[in-house]
């Protein structure tokens, strides 16, 4: 199976909260991230968290980790159309800081 | 700040061709990344160069080749195109040893 696996899609009426998933294979991840990947454009990161914490916050956005399971999450508060793009979940190992990408989440926002 | 930049942002060859995308990394970061972006699927690591050498490599063939500047800049060569290389080619910088990378908006390359 993938390294890094996501649901394809997920929908949300603004104003909702979203959560997207991810699990992952390899325990000795380091680092976890989220990019997000707007049509036409690049990746922006938007947030990481090392593999010894079990929640970051920032703004709207909330990183859940779960090592045991091996199981990545990320809530957006307040979901606006403007955050309609494919979220990527990403894995780190050891000192190399090269994630490897899920095949992402299209999270589509709708009134 | 300037972040990650590359061009062109668009590029069609046929078959067979050669052709060398480039990339200037975010100011003051040293170390530059490749990846390649099919349709529908996340981002593969090429290669990763720091101080003009080659560090680390994906699983991608010799056609897949590389360079980087004394200014930290890069380009990634493909040889003998292949219909299978269209896809978005992304750019990601960061300082050594330092856990984030940031990307470029990416050349798409069409192959026919």
């Known amino acids: 199976g993938e390294d890094v696996e996501q649901s394809l899609f997920l929908s949300v009426r603004e104003g909702d909260s979203s959560v997207i998933n991810c699990t992952y294979t390899?325990?000795?991840?380091?680092?976890l991230y989220w990019y997000k990947q707007e049509p036409g454009a690049g990746l922006q990161l938007l947030t990481y968290?090392?593999?010894?914490?079990d929640m970051k916050q920032d703004q709207r956005l909330t990183v859940l980790l779960n090592k045991k399971d091996k199981h990545l999450s990320l809530r957006i508060a307040d979901t606006q159309t403007g955050d309609s793009a494919i979220y990527f979940c990403?894995?780190?190992?050891?000192?190399?800081?090269?994630?490897?990408f899920g095949r992402g989440t299209s999270l589509i926002v709708h009134p | 700040d300037a972040g990650v930049t590359q061009s062109p942002t668009h590029l069609i060859k046929t078959r067979g061709q050669q052709v060398t995308l480039r990339c200037s990394p975010k100011?003051?970061?040293?170390?530059v990344s490749w990846y390649q972006q099919a349709l529908g699927q996340g981002p593969q690591f090429i290669f990763q160069?720091?101080?003009?050498?080659?560090?680390q490599r994906g699983n991608f063939p010799d056609r897949f080749s590389g360079h980087q500047f004394p200014n930290y800049s890069s380009e990634l060569n493909v040889n003998a195109l292949l219909l299978g290389d269209s896809a978005l080619y992304l750019c990601a910088s960061n300082r050594q040893l330092q856990e984030t990378q940031y990307f470029g908006p990416g050349t798409r390359l069409l192959v026919l």
């Open positions: 100011s003051g970061h040293d170390t």
């Open positions: 160069y720091y101080e003009e050498e080659e560090r």
């Open positions: 990403a894995e780190s190992r050891g000192g190399s800081y090269i994630p490897t």
């Open positions: 968290i090392f593999s010894n914490m």
């Open positions: 390899d325990s000795s991840s380091t680092y």
